[in-house]
């Protein structure tokens, strides 16, 4: 079963940047669009960006829009998460996964989530 694997969380304080590292478990063409999602404590887990195999059409929710941008190299099926400005708010672990552009929601059958990586913004 495909899976992905997270990195580049950490501790950071508010104003800084993070980027985040997406990999497939294993090598794929089939992988069109792939997302990043987060799960804060006690919150439910929510899509945060998405991009299609191209690399043209992204997709953000309004809370990240004009702090966070998404990346990919297609032929190496790797995500990336440039995250810049960042708010406590912004503190939960996240998840990256095959995503629907349009609804910023992990796609049928990739709902079995990886380890994902933390990332706390703190004083």
């Known amino acids: 079963q495909l899976q992905f694997v997270e990195s580049g969380g950490g501790l950071v304080q508010p104003g800084g940047s993070l980027r985040l590292s997406c990999a497939a478990s294993k090598f794929t063409r089939d992988i069109k669009t792939i997302g990043w999602f987060r799960q804060a404590p006690g919150k439910e887990r929510e899509g945060v960006s998405c991009?299609?195999?191209?690399?043209?059409?992204?997709n953000y929710a309004d809370s990240v829009k004009g702090r966070f941008t998404i990346s990919r190299d297609h032929a190496k099926n790797i995500a990336y998460l440039q995250m810049n400005s960042l708010k406590p708010e912004d503190t939960a672990v996240y998840y990256c996964?095959?995503?629907?552009?349009?609804?910023?929601?992990?796609?049928?059958?990739?709902?079995?989530w990886g380890q994902g990586t933390q990332v706390t913004v703190s004083p």
């Open positions: 996964s095959v995503c629907v552009l349009s609804t910023l929601t992990v796609a049928r059958g990739f709902d079995s």
């Open positions: 991009i299609n195999d191209s690399g043209v059409r992204k």
